[in-house]
């Protein structure tokens, strides 16, 4: 049986060099990319939220494994129709989410894997939405450093993507390198499974079930041929000319600047040379130059086009066409837009993208502003985010906070207020947020102050310090809870973040340092086969809880297992499965006498 890395470095070698892939139904009977799958998803929000049936991540076990594998191997492994839920959007909308069974997600995760590993190499270098190693800020650092003397932008936004996504289409484009009428007729009832809603079953006659663990890899290997358009056929046709010629104006302003200084007639010198850093070096409506840009992140697509408006008219007609022609898609009419780039701004995840224009910034004797890439925080974003802490304009405490500790409080302020800043980092106003972290920062002690039944002026002398940036010292909040036995205190921090731009910012949260291991930790004590309560190795199993919290609930009688738990703070417990029977009903001296299904699962 090979390791499920080797297997899937097999896989990755065969998309690099283009070779199709004939046996790829097979791959699924290795019980070690299950366990592989398992270890990559068991941690998921939702892997405790059931679907349509009630089967979650709890009672997770080689057995199941091992049913699942033979159901697979003999083609009557079927999906299950997922459970269909609303949520609402900015706009004030919503959009359906799927809840699959948990044996639908593992299944899942292992065909995500087999077609990530092959089709990754495949990709485009413009393609950034749902990619290791690549996102919104590796797609918005190549446009702000890439897309200089850019005119126009052309945004386009496809309409409801993942769910008008052609199944015929779909299955084409994988049959076109996957040669495996099995593996296909896998990815086929996966898609045709149907979904329940009000618990009346309805057909999915197009699209792909949103939040299921295989949806992204499938939107990226059908919107690949968007890619590959873009690629091959319109960027070679619109960019044209290697360089913009001269100015005509610019190069009789420099003659006339050379003849004045012959002449020693220094006012007219120093008149000519502000006239020329008013005007273009170079003919800005050269009809031999052309420049067409492309980057796409999921279903937002953004080009960057330098020449006259009716080509980029045209070019963002050949998009649709294309799109509704080949792909089966529509783009919405009311977020594909074509943006004048110095005088207006595209709206590109989250950032406001603009062209600068300005004759007196001069860095080394050029106009270093003219042309660049800004990135911008919207204020529109800066507004929404100010409004969950503002009461009548003005900051406020927040009083659902007010049953948990001041550690807990704090360092759910300073997770918002680090995710926002850290993701907008790039902007070259970042400095605009200073207006979030003072409501933030009045807020956060205004809610201390009301729960201590104190004062604001109090409660900012208490937790206020000093923390050391690579910018320098910063003010910040921290609260710090002491463990004892020689163990570091447990510190939540709010701000102390410089708002300064950084070009090659990423998104960092301050996680603990914790050793490179190959395999899961879960997974080695899952294969060890032993119950972690009464050492038995009968049907071993994994009982998980959503989160440790849940094990307060249980008070100061805390049975055994959730003892072990707590002790080592973990969300799993390998047992066996008269022990989890107990676990669940709470029947015998392994637990309490209270069943503890309602705060647990």
Partial sequence: ??????????????????????????????????????????????????????????????????????????????????????????????????????????????????????????????????????????????????????????????????????????????????????????????????????????????????????SPILSNIYLDRLDDFVETVLIPEYNQGGLRRRSTTYRKVEKQLALARRRGDRAQARQLRRQLRELPSQDMNDPGYRRLRYVRYADDTLLGFAGPKHEAEEIKRRLATF???????????????????????????????????????????????????????????????CAPYLKRGKPACLPHLFNKDDHTIVSMYGAVYRGIVQYYLLAGDVSRLNRLHWVMQTSLLKSLANKHRSTVTRTARKY??????????????????????????????????????????????????????????????????????????????VHHIRRLADLGQLGQSQPPWAQIMAKRRRKTLIICQSCHDLVHTGSSTATTQQPLESPLQ
């Fill in 323 to 385: 799109l509704r022609d080949d792909l089966k898609l529509e783009l919405s009419p009311d977020k594909t837009l074509i943006t004048h780039a110095r005088t207006g701004a595209a709206n590109f995840l989250g950032y406001e993208i603009t062209v600068g224009r300005s004759d007196r910034m001069v860095a080394k004797g050029r106009r270093s502003h003219n042309g660049v890439v800004q990135l911008r925080v919207p204020k529109t974003v800066i507004k929404e985010k």
């Fill in 1 to 214: 049986m090979q390791n499920a890395e080797t297997v899937l470095g097999v896989l990755r070698e065969r998309g690099r060099r283009g070779l199709p892939c004939n046996e790829l139904y097979r791959q699924l009977f290795n019980p070690q990319l299950y366990l592989m799958a398992y270890g990559r998803i068991y941690s998921n929000q939702g892997a405790m939220t059931p679907g349509a049936t009630a089967e979650t991540v709890d009672g997770m076990s080689l057995e199941k494994i091992g049913r699942i594998m033979n159901a697979v191997r003999h083609e009557r492994y079927r999906f299950k129709p997922v459970k269909r839920i609303y949520i609402p959007k900015r706009n004030g909308r919503t959009r359906p989410l799927g809840l699959p069974t948990w044996s639908d997600k593992l299944v899942g995760e292992v065909v995500r894997l087999l077609l990530e590993a092959y089709y990754e190499p495949t990709f485009s270098g413009l393609s950034h939405g749902f990619r290791p190693r690549r996102g919104c800020h590796t797609a918005l650092r190549e446009v702000a450093h890439t897309w200089t003397g850019t005119a126009w932008f052309i945004e386009g936004d496809i309409s409801d993507c993942f769910g008008s996504l052609d199944h015929q289409v779909m299955l084409s484009v994988l049959a076109e390198k996957i040669h495996d009428n099995r593996f296909l007729r896998l990815v086929r009832t996966m898609l045709q499974a149907g979904y329940l809603q009000d618990w009346v079953w309805t057909a999915t006659l197009s699209g792909v079930p949103q939040g299921g663990v295989v």
């Fill in 464 to 541: 206020k310090t000093v923390v050391v940036t690579p910018a320098g010292p910063r003010k910040c909040l921290q609260a710090r809870v002491d463990r004892g036995d020689g163990r570091k205190p447990l510190v939540a921090q709010f701000g102390g973040i410089p708002l300064i731009r950084q070009k090659t910012a990423v998104i960092q949260d301050h996680n603990p340092d914790r050793p490179h291991r190959p395999r899961k930790e879960l997974i080695s004590r899952l294969l060890a086969g032993r119950c972690e309560i009464c050492e038995s190795t009968d049907r071993i199993q």
